[in-house]
């Protein structure tokens, strides 16, 4: 299935861009910016998993990391 082939390649992106975060986190060596970004490249993973892909496989808006999404920084979130 196309959508659960689109899951996989993102979770596979973000395991890539976290793997580094995560072996200084096992080392005690992460600073509190990376754990931040750890924390969030975390959560964007719970996003993409939490997708259903099974009612409406061809018109699924994925999660978008946080450092991709627009902000505005007026709004209570401030900047991401």
């Given at each position: ?32 910016a990376n ?12 996003e ?8 409406d ?12 999404r627009?902000f ?9």
């Amino acid at each position: 299935q196309a959508a659960e082939y689109e899951r996989q390649q993102l979770l596979s992106h973000a395991d890539g861009v976290m793997l580094d975060w995560r072996t200084e986190l096992m080392l005690g060596e992460i600073s509190d910016a990376n754990r931040a970004k750890l924390s969030a490249w975390m959560a964007y993973k719970n996003e993409v998993r939490s997708v259903d892909v099974t009612t409406d496989p061809e018109n699924i808006n994925w999660p978008v990391p946080r450092r991709y999404r627009p902000f505005n920084i007026w709004s209570t979130g401030g900047i991401y």
